[in-house]
């Protein structure tokens, strides 16, 4: 690796616990709100800049919580989404996006061609290289892998209200969210469904897609409602209800003979 790409990737991904040696790798792609000073706040304004349009509040604090709970690594984007979502290809406008449900993003207009490359090739690329290093590092150790990310959304959309509260996201491979959906009972208090509020259609599995199906590992999307991950103590408790689903999935995965596809 290259002095620069080396420099590039501190800046812009975190990595925890990278020796863990838990089944479960996390990822958080949206599991922070900064931007970058060059950027100069992408114009937006001061009550957008810490909105769910910028990252996925809770998301990174759970998945500390569930990465020191299961000996996990952890690997999170330290970069806005609107200045990059690494849940989403080059390709997509939504990658970054002019507008994100209400919020109006005006650095993101008319962006030249070598302006979403510069985007790309600094917050994106390290990312996906991060995740792929760690990901070789666990084969060559002969650790099996599950890919796991975590995701937070907001209870109100469009002026419609959300009542789902936790999301069990799937792409073509379902063994890991159906085993948690089988786990769900566990939790009579919450409302648990399958690609919800989003799904596959969405654009939002990407990360599943070239992370977890390209590797053969089996992958889940979690996503939680942000109004109940409110407080530290919120976090804590939901981080403990994914742990509740999580650890009987990953046994039945087990016993049915592995991880890989």
């Not at 000996?71 to 994100?100: F, G, H, I, Q």
């Not at 993101?108 to 510069?118: G, I, P």
């Not at 070239?210 to 999307?221: D, K, Q, R, S, Y």
């Not at 409602?225 to 209800?241: F, I, S, Y």
Request: glycine content about 6%.
């Amino acid at each position: 690796m290259r002095e620069s790409d080396s420099h590039a990737q501190a800046e812009t991904v975190e990595v925890v616990n990278r020796e863990g040696a838990s089944p479960v790798l996390l990822l958080c792609e949206h599991a922070s709100s900064s931007i970058p000073a060059r950027y100069d706040g992408l114009g937006l304004r001061d009550q957008d800049r810490l909105s769910h349009a910028a990252w996925d509040p809770g998301a990174r604090a759970i998945a500390l919580h569930i990465s020191k709970a299961l000996n996990a690594p952890l690997v999170a984007s330290t970069v806005s989404r609107l200045v990059y979502d690494c849940n989403r290809p080059p390709e997509a406008a939504s990658a970054m996006p002019e507008k994100s449900e209400l919020v109006e993003v005006p650095g993101n207009k008319d962006l030249t061609a070598a302006q979403r490359q510069e985007r790309a090739d600094t917050v994106y690329a390290p990312f996906c290289s991060t995740v792929a290093e760690v990901i070789k590092a666990r084969k060559d150790a002969g650790l099996q892998t599950v890919l796991v990310t975590m995701h937070s959304f907001t209870p109100v959309y469009y002026g419609e209200n959300r009542a789902v509260e936790i999301g069990i996201l799937h792409d073509a491979d379902s063994r890991l969210a159906d085993a948690m959906l089988a786990a769900a009972p566990a939790l009579p208090h919450r409302r648990v469904e399958r690609n919800e509020p989003y799904g596959p259609a969405d654009g939002v599995t990407h990360s599943l897609k070239i992370h977890g199906l390209a590797h053969g590992l089996a992958n889940v999307m979690i996503e939680i409602r942000n109004d109940l991950v409110t407080t530290p103590e919120e976090e804590e408790a939901m981080a403990e209800e994914m742990l509740t689903l999580l650890r009987p999935a990953l046994a039945a995965l087990a016993a049915e003979g592995g991880f890989g596809a």
